[in-house]
């Protein structure tokens, strides 16, 4: 059994489908979506029936779930609509009008019961698994094991999982330690803003080839987006396999 990450895809479901093609997970494996299936990209619709799909996946909300809950929530709410469509709604809310009415509300009642965090214990290694940081002025247990990463995990504010940013990826350190700690995993800022935010990148966000890639900070703090909302020339989808840490990249190509 393997355990595989992604997240921020925002609707390129083509590269999506062609990194999980790639990686080929088999009905035993797991699979974490960290959020922000919508939004910008082409098909976002799409995005969210191939990852309801998976066998063995675990999708999380993402800030761009919750606008779009929020808006589809909220009607008549002028300031919930316009915050949708300003961070790129329209994609998303086109793909759900040309839906049947069923299946228009069976996808909406999916992602209104999307979980905030997840964690997996991977060989000896905890993983908390958010879609855009943890509150890291919060108590932490005196020591880690699964049952105390998801009291710490249940313990956090829903916003801080969903939207925190600078004062997550910011911070001088995260929660290993001295390494006894967990990896926090997270999407919602694409790599390359981390420059602004850090000097403890493990390498540059951006690869030879001029894309985003994965980046580790401090070693603890993962972010995993790598830009797919930005489009082809800049971002691309990753699905990280925990196991071994190997990365499976697939570019967003132009029109897709």
């Known amino acids: 059994m393997a355990t595989y990450v992604f997240s921020d895809v925002h609707g390129h479901r083509a590269a999506l489908e062609r990194a999980l093609d790639r990686v080929s997970p088999s009905a035993d494996d797991r699979i974490f979506c960290l959020g922000d299936m919508i ?7 799409g995005v969210m029936r191939t990852v309801r799909s998976l066998p063995g996946a675990c999708a999380l909300m993402g800030n761009h779930e919750d606008l779009m809950l929020s808006c589809l929530d909220e009607a008549d709410d002028f300031v919930a609509a316009m915050n949708w469509a300003i961070n790129g709604g329209t994609t ?10 069923d299946e228009l509300e069976e996808l909406v009642e999916w992602v209104g019961g999307l979980p905030r965090w997840a964690c997996a214990e991977v060989g ?24 105390a990463a998801r009291a710490y995990l249940a313990a956090q504010d829903g916003e801080d999982l969903t939207w925190i940013r600078d ?3 910011g911070a001088s350190r995260g929660l290993s330690g001295a390494g006894s ?7 919602h800022t694409p790599t390359p803003y981390l420059e602004r935010m850090t000097s403890r990148l493990d390498r540059s966000p951006v690869g030879p080839d001029g894309l985003a890639r994965m980046v580790r900070v401090g070693g603890d703090r993962w972010d995993v987006d790598c830009g797919a909302a930005g489009g082809a020339g800049f971002g691309q989808v990753l699905v990280l396999r925990l196991d071994d840490g190997e990365e499976f990249y697939e570019p967003v190509l132009e029109g897709e």
């Open 92 to 101: 998303t809310s086109e793909g759900l009008a040309a839906l049947p009415e």
């Open 181 to 187: 700690g967990p990896v926090v995993i997270a999407g």
């Open 39 to 45: 939004d910008r990209g082409p098909d976002p619709v």
């Open 167 to 169: 004062e997550f990826w």
């Open 124 to 147: 000896e290694r905890l993983y908390l698994l958010v879609h855009a940081g943890v509150n890291l002025s919060a108590a932490v247990p005196p020591a880690w094991d699964e049952a």
